[in-house]
């Protein structure tokens, strides 16, 4: 089972994120992943293995302090557990970071028309085919959430979604169908994560996003 959290408010947000990880590792992983945007620009760092191997590329290239942040730990199904097939996943433009849950189903003939429009893949996953999808609505001129519904209505299987777009800084938007997420509401703060126990620590004011929502 993969763990997922987003936040948004006045806190460090690499902080709140990989601690957020740290309390969703007893759900079993192989990588774990991380993304902020920083002065209108996407910064990731992920990495196979343990929570421990992130923390050490964050050490070694730090995070800068930033108000919004996502983080993913991985069970790996489509590709095996790389850095590449890590998440978080960045359109081919570099506009959108995502992080996902659960399987796309229809991901092969997806990927394949993307493909054949020039899309670069970096990763065997699932998951990159959503991120490139909403890269392509963004870059198109929708707005984070618009697109965001667009491509849930493109997707078949159970999944949930979290991303945050580089032209929208202070803002991050999450779906899911038949997998779990639920939002953590705090003064002036919110959270995402596929489990409580992400940020328990900060607020206790907990509820289930709705389905296709």
């Known amino acids: 089972m993969c763990g997922i959290i987003g936040y948004v408010g006045p806190r460090v947000a690499r902080d709140v994120v990989v601690a957020g990880l740290r309390r969703m590792e007893y759900r079993g992983y192989d990588s774990a992943g991380v993304a902020v945007i920083v002065d209108g620009q996407l910064d990731v760092r992920k990495k196979a293995g343990k929570i421990a191997n992130l923390d050490a590329i964050i050490a070694e290239s730090p995070l800068a302090d930033t108000e919004i942040g996502i983080g993913h730990t991985r069970w790996a199904t489509h590709g095996g557990p790389t850095d590449f097939n890590a998440h978080p996943h960045v359109s081919?433009?570099?506009?959108?970071?995502?992080?996902?849950n659960g399987i796309i189903e229809n991901f092969a003939p997806l990927r394949a028309e993307l493909q054949a429009q020039g899309v670069r893949f970096d990763s065997e996953t699932d998951t990159e085919v959503a991120a490139q999808l909403l890269g392509r609505?963004?870059?198109?001129?929708?707005?984070l959430a618009d697109a965001m519904r667009t491509v849930c209505r493109a997707l078949q299987?159970?999944?949930?979604?979290?991303?945050?777009?580089?032209?929208?800084p202070a803002r991050l938007v999450a779906a899911r169908r038949n997998s779990p997420l639920v939002l953590g509401l705090g003064e002036g703060e919110n959270f995402v994560a596929s489990d409580v126990s992400a940020f328990i620590e900060f607020t206790r004011h907990a509820?289930?996003?709705?389905?296709?929502?």
């Open 207 to 213: 509820v289930e996003l709705g389905q296709d929502r």
């Open 157 to 168: 299987g159970a999944f949930t979604l979290v991303a945050i777009d580089r032209a929208e």
């Open 92 to 100: 081919a433009g570099g506009r959108v970071a995502l992080i996902h």
């Open 137 to 143: 609505e963004v870059e198109a001129g929708a707005d």
